[in-house]
């Protein structure tokens, strides 16, 4: 009696530009490969590469205490911040 074994598939669906869908399309072409093949192919790539261990920084007392501060009392915010977060609350909402 033979046993066989079924991985399920799920469907993932992702939002791109047409530009970079025209440049992965380009590449796996390149490759001789359709589109999902050669996405697949990167993604596996990417998920098996090790992860970097996070790196310390080590700070001065005097550094720190800037560093405190900044947090503790920020400056306010002038236009071109306030500008970034009006752009990036349209495009993502608001928290």
């Known amino acids: 009696m033979s046993t066989s074994t079924k ?12 530009e970079l869908k025209e440049k992965l ?6 490759r001789c490969m359709i589109l999902d093949e050669y ?8 998920a098996e590469q090790p ?4 790196e310390s ?5 005097r550094d720190w205490e800037k560093f405190v501060s900044a947090i ?3 400056p306010e915010p002038n ?7 009006k752009e990036n609350q349209e495009k ?4």
């Not at 996405?39 to 990417?46: H, R, T």
């Not at 992860?51 to 996070?54: N, V, W």
């Not at 920084?57 to 007392?61: F, R, T």
């Not at 993502?92 to 928290?95: A, D, E, L, R």
Request: proline share 6%; aromatic share 4%; no cysteine.
């Open 7 to 18: 991985t399920q598939e799920v469907k993932i669906e992702l939002k791109i530009s047409q």
């Open 92 to 95: 993502y909402g608001k928290w």
């Open 72 to 74: 503790e009392n920020p």
């Open 79 to 85: 236009e071109a911040l306030k500008a970034a977060i």
């Open 25 to 30: 399309q380009k590449a796996a072409n390149m």
């Open 51 to 54: 992860i970097p261990e996070p």
């Open 39 to 46: 996405l697949l192919e990167i993604l596996q790539d990417a």
């Open 57 to 61: 920084i080590v700070l001065s007392e």
